[in-house]
């Protein structure tokens, strides 16, 4: 079992440049997401899903497109790649049993845009 | 709007020693959910503890419970018996509604140091 996984762990881009950040969870969840964390801030959701071939914008979403063709996948795709997007990206599931909710974080995938 | 406090940059507590992280929050909404995520040097997030705004007792998991005291709108989050690897930074967040989906508005952080 081995929860979320994220792919690549640290990428650099030029601006302009595109890429796909590729989300995996074995567990069986419904929900996934999509957030980034800038230096010393808390997440920010970019998009979620509730479900296998359905997304829906978060908080900040522009320059961002996602997808989730298969219920274990979330894509995060940049098309257009800023300097703006440097952050930290981290996918989460999260499975709501008996009233409670618990998440589950990837590792995080760092991208600096040059 | 939405918002959450932390009031607390740093934190120092002596290993083995409980300690109380604040958060304050406001909202209009009715329902909501309360959380806190823990995060190591190392970068990683980790989900800590949910508490449901409807929830009549405080949510507990492990050595981590939330001190839920809705009508003062404070969520404090209570590590006993501190451990040196307790040391992160703490962020409590906030959702409107009961659902999984939407917006999780965060705090500032508390940066909590364990000494020996």
């Known amino acids: 079992n081995a929860g979320v996984t994220q792919t690549p762990k640290f990428r650099v881009l030029k601006t302009g440049q595109s890429m796909t950040l590729l989300c995996a969870q074995d567990?069986?969840?419904?929900?996934m997401y999509w957030y980034r964390q800038d230096p010393g801030m808390g997440l920010r959701l970019i998009h979620y899903?509730?479900?296998?071939?359905?997304?829906a914008k978060g908080e900040v979403p522009d320059g961002y497109n996602v997808s989730r063709l298969k219920k274990q996948n979330f894509l995060l795709g940049l098309e257009s790649a800023a300097p703006s997007q440097t952050s930290v990206y981290f996918c989460?599931?999260?499975?709501?049993?008996?009233?409670?909710?618990?998440?589950?974080f990837g590792p995080g995938t760092r991208l600096l845009v040059l | 709007a939405q918002k959450i406090t932390q009031t607390q940059p740093g934190m120092f507590v002596q290993e083995k020693e409980a300690v109380t992280l604040d958060c304050t929050y406001d909202?209009?909404?009715?329902?909501?959910?309360l959380f806190w995520y823990k995060q190591p040097s190392s970068g990683e997030m980790i989900f800590l503890i949910y508490?449901?705004?409807?929830?009549?007792q405080n949510a507990t998991e492990g050595r981590y419970s939330l001190n839920f005291q809705k009508a003062r709108k404070s969520a404090n989050l209570v590590i006993s018996a501190s451990q040196l690897g307790d040391s992160a930074m703490y962020f409590c967040?906030?959702?409107?509604?009961?659902?999984?989906?939407?917006?999780?508005?965060f705090g500032q952080g508390t940066e909590l140091s364990v000494k020996p």
């Open positions: 989460a599931s999260s499975l709501m049993a008996s009233g409670k909710e618990t998440q589950y």
């Open positions: 567990m069986n969840h419904e929900y």
């Open positions: 899903s509730v479900g296998e071939g359905t997304t």
């Open positions: 909202t209009s909404d009715p329902s909501y959910g």
């Open positions: 508490q449901g705004s409807y929830d009549q």
């Open positions: 967040a906030m959702r409107e509604g009961l659902g999984q989906g939407g917006k999780l508005i």
